[in-house]
């Protein structure tokens, strides 16, 4: 299978990779395959359009954590964090600053650029072997991690699971610490796939534009028609 590298963005990144070869430090091999992304009727919570449907997707490398403050500035010369600390996940970065990001990631490690930057116009090379954020249905399914509960913890997520709002549980559980601010990367357990961080502590962007999904059974899905508003996931601190 063809591998590909993906970054996570508060808002804040985490990068996956379209290279061949072994991937750089920080990253790990998601294997690919099917899933069903969505939700199903009865899970609580669930909004009107996240109707379910299979998904098939190749494999990629992602980065395990959220791009750090310290990884963000080395490459950009800046940080525009409201919360510093070199290890804590760099947020207030726009869409735009995170494809850059990816851009400049890929220059400087002498890899083509995934992103043809022309004004505010922002096209995919898909044949490009460098940096990049992950497709809605790559997020999903690398935060998923083979389960299929509402988080990859199972039917419920804690505070000591994950760095969210405790005192806004997932449907009538039990209330928990309300941190109030991001916390460094890795904080807390990995899911199987050995990704950090993708429930809670800040939200990271993804290529996708919003928009109605297909019905049906897809491969590699991405939403590339402009809308207005780009996707991220993986809720956050405050959230």
Same mark, same amino acid.
């Given at each position: 299978?063809?591998?590909?590298?993906?970054?996570?963005?508060?808002?804040?990144?985490?990068?996956?990779?379209?290279?061949?070869?072994?991937?750089p430090?920080?990253?790990?091999?998601?294997?690919?395959?099917?899933?069903?992304?969505?939700?199903?009727?009865?899970e609580?919570?669930r909004?009107?359009?996240?109707?379910?449907?299979?998904?098939?997707?190749?494999?990629?490398?992602?980065?395990?954590?959220?791009v750090?403050?310290?990884?963000?500035?080395?490459?950009?010369?800046v940080n525009?964090?409201?919360?510093k600390?070199?290890?804590?996940?760099?947020?207030?970065?726009?869409?735009?600053?995170?494809v850059i990001?990816?851009?400049?990631?890929?220059?400087?490690?002498?890899?083509?650029?995934?992103?043809?930057?022309?004004?505010?116009?922002?096209?995919w090379?898909?044949?490009?072997?460098?940096?990049?954020? #992950?497709?809605?249905?790559?997020?999903?399914?690398a935060? /998923? $991690?083979?389960?299929?509960?509402?988080? *990859?913890?199972?039917? &419920? !997520?804690?505070?000591?699971?994950?760095n969210?709002?405790g005192?806004? #549980?997932?449907?009538?559980?039990?209330?928990?610490i309300? /941190? $109030?601010?991001?916390?460094?990367?890795? *904080?807390?357990e990995? &899911? !199987?796939?050995?990704?950090?961080?993708?429930?809670?502590?800040?939200?990271?962007?993804?290529?996708?534009?919003?928009?109605?999904?297909?019905?049906?059974?897809?491969?590699?899905? *991405?939403?590339?028609?402009?809308?207005?508003?780009?996707?991220?996931?993986?809720?956050?601190?405050?959230?």
């Amino acid at each position: 299978m063809k591998k590909i590298i993906i970054i996570s963005m508060f808002l804040t990144a985490v990068v996956t990779y379209s290279h061949s070869a072994e991937p750089p430090f920080g990253f790990v091999l998601v294997n690919g395959g099917s899933f069903m992304i969505g939700s199903p009727a009865n899970e609580i919570g669930r909004s009107s359009n996240e109707m379910q449907r299979q998904i098939t997707l190749n494999s990629f490398y992602m980065g395990k954590n959220e791009v750090t403050q310290a990884e963000y500035q080395e490459l950009t010369g800046v940080n525009p964090s409201f919360f510093k600390g070199e290890n804590l996940p760099v947020e207030q970065v726009t869409w735009f600053e995170a494809v850059i990001y990816c851009n400049l990631r890929s220059e400087k490690e002498g890899l083509e650029t995934v992103y043809i930057i022309n004004g505010n116009n922002v096209t995919w090379n898909k044949n490009a072997k460098g940096y990049r954020l #992950p497709t809605e249905a790559e997020w999903e399914y690398a935060c /998923r $991690a083979g389960t299929t509960t509402p988080f *990859s913890t199972g039917i &419920n !997520i804690t505070s000591d699971q994950a760095n969210y709002n405790g005192n806004q #549980p997932y449907g009538n559980n039990t209330r928990g610490i309300n /941190r $109030a601010t991001p916390i460094p990367v890795g *904080s807390f357990e990995p &899911n !199987i796939f050995g990704l950090y961080d993708m429930h809670g502590n800040v939200g990271e962007w993804c290529w996708d534009w919003l928009a109605e999904y297909a019905k049906g059974p897809q491969s590699d899905p *991405s939403n590339e028609k402009p809308s207005g508003y780009r996707i991220f996931r993986g809720g956050g601190w405050n959230h």
